[in-house]
Nanobody, 124 residues
Framework: QVQLVESGGGLVQAGGSLRLSCAASGRTFSTLMMGWFRQAPGKEREFVAAISPAAYRTAYGYSVKGRFTIGRDNAKNAVYLEVNSLRPENTAVYYC?????????????????WGPGTQVTVSS
């Protein structure tokens, strides 16, 4: 089992930045593929970013590429998401997720563990 807890969300003006964090516990963090997803009201959950267990590989959703950066610190059992140049359409609940298998997957159904989410609201 893996427990995930996100933090760092909040209300920010368009063009602003936030740093989202996710603390993990319960299993060797360095073996987990980690991802960030988001879900806006009335919309499906959307892939945002992913990072491999040793941080050798990252991937980003098309709409966030160049503005968001994913990172991890295996010594601290944490994964981060730097979100810059925020837009009102980025308003959503942002979820941290962990995948216990080694193969590279970006679809939400492939992730085994999820945090409760952190709300990001971007005002215009």
């Amino acid at each position: 089992q893996v427990q995930l807890v996100e933090s760092g969300g909040g209300l920010v003006q368009a063009g602003g930045s936030l740093r989202l964090s996710c603390a993990a516990s319960g299993r060797t963090f360095s073996t987990l593929m980690m991802g960030w997803f988001r879900q806006a009201p009335g919309k499906e959950r959307e892939f945002v970013a992913a990072i491999s267990p040793a941080a050798y590989r990252t991937a980003y959703g098309y709409s966030v590429k160049g503005r968001f950066t994913i990172g991890r610190d295996n010594a601290k059992n944490a994964v981060y998401l730097e979100v810059n140049s925020l837009r009102p359409e980025n308003t959503a609940v942002y979820y941290c997720a962990a995948r216990g298998r080694a193969d590279w997957r970006l679809d939400s159904v492939a992730y085994d563990y999820w945090g409760p989410g952190t709300q990001v609201t971007v005002s215009s």
